[in-house]
């Protein structure tokens, strides 16, 4: 009987971490033109490099970063609910199906980014107060970023509410929404530092998938805990 267990163990654990394998690989090659500037970018020895790749890099978030690491937050989320997929087929659903959408909040956010982007720029110069600010509010733009792709995989609905309801999660539960982009920023540092191969083998859709595994148990957690209060009232 043991054996058996340890089979289907061994079985389901083998399964997830080549769908955890061929997710990763999926975006890694959707993201190759983003990567690929980065690199050039980390690269670079001139000021007329930085104001031709950062204009490009910052173009390309809302065209390929948003919406594949949507899809792969869609994939990862089937494999937290055990939905049977088809890795790469679905990846690819989820990338057409939620492009515009995705598109839109990828222009949203990054736009955000380069004006606080610029405001720390200028306030670093004047003000150590509006530089502390703009910083936190950086920090809480990607923290809210990440939630939103975690309601965008979960919710078919209008993008203000998931604006809102993300929002609502992120004060509400300071603690876990923070922890959770810690997590995902900790696992991406840590997988480059130790190998790129293991970066791009397995870690953005490992810590994508921790992160919605994350997700799932805490919008549980408050969904019943607000069933148990309206039956109490």
Same mark, same amino acid.
């Given at each position: ?8 163990? /061994? ?6 971490? %080549? ?17 690929? =500037?980065?690199?050039?970018?980390? =690269? /670079? ?7 031709? =790749? ?12 948003? *919406?594949?690491?949507?899809? =792969? ?71 809210? !970023? ?11 609905? *209008? ?20 922890? /959770? ?21 397995? %870690?953005?859709? /490992?810590?994508?998938?921790?992160? !919605? ?9 408050? !969904? ?10």
């Amino acid at each position: 009987m043991w054996k058996e267990k340890a089979y289907m163990v /061994a079985y389901e654990l083998s399964d997830m971490l %080549i769908q955890l394998f061929i997710a990763n690989l999926l975006w890694i090659l959707c993201n190759s033109p983003l990567i690929i =500037l980065g690199i050039q970018l980390r =690269l /670079a020895t001139s000021i007329e490099s930085y104001f031709i =790749l950062l204009p490009l890099l910052t173009l390309g978030l809302p065209l390929f970063f948003f *919406p594949t690491t949507q899809a =792969l937050f869609c994939v990862m989320r089937d494999s937290v609910l055990q939905r049977p997929s088809a890795t790469i087929k679905d990846f690819f659903s989820y990338l057409k199906n939620n492009y515009k959408e995705t598109l839109q909040l990828g222009i949203l956010v990054t736009g955000t980014l380069v004006g606080l982007c610029a405001a720390a720029y200028y306030s670093w110069f004047n003000s150590l107060i509006l530089f502390t600010m703009v910083l936190i509010a950086l920090f809480f733009l990607m923290v809210m !970023t990440l939630q939103l792709f975690s309601f965008q995989a979960h919710f078919d609905m *209008p993008l203000l509410w998931k604006l809102n309801r993300c929002r609502q999660l992120v004060f509400a539960r300071p603690v876990y929404s923070i922890g /959770a982009f810690l997590l995902i920023a900790v696992l991406n540092y840590a997988g480059t530092e130790i190998s790129i191969a293991l970066f791009v083998c397995i %870690i953005p859709a /490992a810590s994508i998938f921790a992160a !919605t595994l994350l997700f799932y148990y805490q919008y549980k957690r408050i !969904t019943t805990k607000s069933k148990v209060m309206d039956y109490h009232q």
